[in-house]
């Protein structure tokens, strides 16, 4: 990955961008922005589909072509902090590199033992399924301006896998 701006264009492989996960997310109303409610098997795929819903928010994903890919990574100490930067990450490159439209997110690298006063912080690194944003193609719905800490949650008990965060739009 590079420091600044743009990346290299990855090409993704047929097999990469043969699936779509099943959408596990939602969302909810709030009075001035918006809440994104996302959830999965594990934690890893509850954050795989809060990613995704940001960029659904942002137009209808069924009409993005996965001909690119993006990497991101993100680090913090705790969970919250986790999701947070890794969305903010997600939104980087839509902002940063010319509006790239993400249709699947795919966690790659998922290292939470380290975190919450451990040896190391918590990681996540992912790869971005999409294509640039092109408004004849792709329907514009709602920008989302900035990630929030407000009302996170965070539940990774053995029955609950699932997210909650705000976003600004």
Known sequence: MEDEGTQDVIKPTPEEVATIPEVKYEYLDHPADVQIHAWGANLREAYEQAATAMFGYMTEIDTVEMTEVREVEAEADDLQG???????ECLFVFSCDPFFITRKVVITDWVI???DGG???MKVCARLYGEEFQLGKHPQGTEVKAITYASMQVYDEPDQHEV???VDI
């Not at 986790?82 to 903010?88: G, I, K, Q, T, Y």
């Open 164 to 166: 909650f965060v705000i």
């Open 113 to 115: 033992d380290g975190g």
């Open 82 to 88: 986790l999701l947070f930067h890794f969305l903010d």
């Open 119 to 121: 040896d190391g912080a």
